[in-house]
């Protein structure tokens, strides 16, 4: 399987970060199966960062084989939503985009994609009017809601799959609203999709 991800897509997000609140496209990278992390096992920081930071985000399960998907039958596509940190180590990334390098080491290292469990959509509601937010050590630290995407998930993944073949078991990372930060040794990470709590686990 693979994980495709989505920058900027939320424009909250892109004004704390000092990028830009519109964009013509979605910004897309990917990340291995070896970067997934799940079932509420331990996030141990790794020793190549001093600046870990959470990003919550909406995840989507792809359930069959697409490739040049419609974004009017883009739906047909996915069944099972969660909610899922996209581990960033911020002071890498910053450094290679200064450097105008690709950044793919800072987004998709070992267990920097952390999923909680998968519920039904219809039990989610509707994928675009989705809130869901992260504790930590029991407070808010970040909410976001889908109907602030600058791209849905309809979108997203009709343009994703005009270059990657979609299959079942793939991910998608639908991008994080404002509130990012660092995590320290020790902090509980507690991840909701509306009132259901679908992601526990421990940074270590
Ligand atoms: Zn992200």
Known sequence: MKIIAVGMNYAAHNKEMHNPLELPEPIIFMKPDSSLLKDGKPFFIPDFSSSVQYETEVVVKINKLGKNIAERFAHRYYSEV?????????????????????????KAFDSSAVTGAFIPLRQAGDINRIPFRLHINGQKVQEGNTAGMLFSVDKIIAYASRF?????GDLIYTGTPSGVGPVQINDHLEGYLGEAKLLDFYVK
Do not use: C, H, N, Y
Request: no cysteine; net charge positive; glycine share 6%.
């Open 164 to 168: 990657f073949t979609l299959r079942m």
């Open 82 to 106: 969660t909610v899922g940190i996209d581990f960033t180590a911020r002071d890498l990334q910053s450094r290679l985009r200064t450097q105008g390098l690709p950044w793919e080491i800072s």
